[in-house]
Every structure is written in C-alpha cells, then in structure tokens.
C-alpha cells in the first residue's frame, strides 16, 4: 500500500474536476478512476482560504521525478486548456494527477499506467491563482 499525504484541493477546482471526471469516455476509465480516488481524500476550501503553498489547478509548479536532477516547470491544466504548449501537464496524466493538492516539499508515490511506480516530489509553486488573486480562474 502507497502511502500518500493529505492533499488540499479548492471547491472551484473540485466542482470542475468533479464535471470533468462525469463527461469522460469509457476508454479514460483508468485514469477517471485516479483521479475520483484523489478527489474522494481531499480535504476541501475556498478558493480565498487556499493556502499558497498547494498545488491548484492552473498553478505553474517546479517539480521533479525519482529524485532526477532534472527539474520540470509546468501549469497544471484542464484538458481543454492544453493547446500543445509544452509548458502545460494535463490533471488526466499520472504526474498530474499527483500533484494536486499537494503542497510545497511533498512527495508522493504514484502508479504509471503500467503498474510501475515513481514519486514526484513538489520543489516551489511559482505561481498560483488563489494566491495572485485569481479567485474564478
């Protein structure tokens, strides 16, 4: 069993994902279902309450990957929002899904679609809406 932190996730962005997760095609089943079970443990604020150390939907986060020396500097999106720019991740991709909620010096074990696991760990949140303000992004 992986043990995995509390995660922090604002009602904007559940309301959202909770949406998204409904319209999804049987063939994202997968990764519908990692997503449902982070949502279903995460503890639940408003947006204004955010604290500014969590990794939120649209946050540009510094992360990395099984303790690589590479560094990733990405904006966590919605699918719709991804135009192909490599500076986004999808919250539908495993490391997304990782990541939300979780808060600046967190790590967290995670399965791939291939049953293997790796662990990403959150190294700054250069930016975040609830923190710039950006209450209904």
């Known amino acids: ?15 959202r994902l909770e949406a998204l997760l409904d319209a999804l095609p049987a063939a994202q089943a997968q990764a519908q279902q990692a997503l449902f079970e982070e949502l279903s443990r995460a503890e639940v604020v408003e947006p204004e309450d955010m604290p500014p150390d969590i ?11 099984d303790n690589a020396a590479e560094e990733f500097d990405l904006s966590l ?13 999808s919250i539908m991709t495993p490391v997304g899904n990782a990541l939300l909620g979780l808060k600046v010096g967190d790590s967290i074990e995670w399965h791939r679609p291939d049953g293997a696991t790796f ?5 700054a949140i250069e930016w975040q809406p609830e923190r710039a303000g950006e209450l209904h992004r």
């Open 55 to 65: 990794v939120t939907m649209n946050s540009r986060v510094r992360f990395v990957i």
């Open 77 to 89: 999106a919605y699918p719709k929002d991804m135009d192909g720019s490599a500076d986004k991740l």
């Open 119 to 123: 662990e990403v760990a959150v190294r």
């Open 1 to 15: 069993m992986i043990m995995k932190p509390k995660i922090v996730v604002s009602s904007l962005d559940m309301d």
